[in-house]
């Protein structure tokens, strides 16, 4: 069981992706635009974050490069949640930092499809540090034992 994140300005599409995933056995949040989805991600991290790329206010493009920069998210997972369908687009959210993209409008099997393998990977990486914690982490490594600066 996943916490998603749902960012998008449309309510129908936010609600059938939650009913999707929900009854896939994830838990399923909505937020309505970018400003809210950064809130939100301050508050509480879940384990990934579908994002609209076209919402009112801040574009899911730039809550994405935000979150790249941030200290306690940089490494959230995300899928690109869209309507936009050009190469160029999905160039550039991979760019940015995003996971998978997903076109809208989108089916279940597709959706979970994505939402399990941006899971998986997820699952077998490190747990999350902050990037705080891991720059201590690396800087104490380099003064504890001059052998291991090579593996820096």
């Not at 941030?70 to 936009?84: C, K």
């Not at 393998?117 to 003064?143: D, F, I, N, Y």
Request: charged share 30%.
């Amino acid at each position: 069981m996943a916490k998603i994140i749902i960012a998008d300005d449309d309510e129908i599409i936010a609600d059938m992706a939650s009913k999707i995933l929900f009854e896939a056995g994830h838990v399923c949040g909505w937020v309505p635009d970018g400003e809210k989805a950064l809130d939100l991600l301050r508050w509480r991290r879940p384990d990934l974050l579908l994002l609209d790329h076209d919402m009112p206010g801040m574009t899911g493009a730039q809550v994405l490069r935000s979150l790249r920069s941030s200290a306690e998210n940089y490494d959230l997972p995300v899928i690109m949640f869209t309507g936009l369908s050009g190469a160029d687009d999905e160039s550039h959210a991979y760019y940015n930092g995003a996971q998978a993209f997903i076109r809208k409008p989108f089916n279940a099997k597709m959706l979970l499809h994505e939402v399990n393998l941006v899971l998986k990977a997820r699952a077998e990486r490190p747990q999350h540090r902050s990037l705080m914690e891991h720059l201590e982490q690396k800087a104490g490594r380099w003064r504890d034992s001059p052998e291991k600066r090579v593996m820096l």
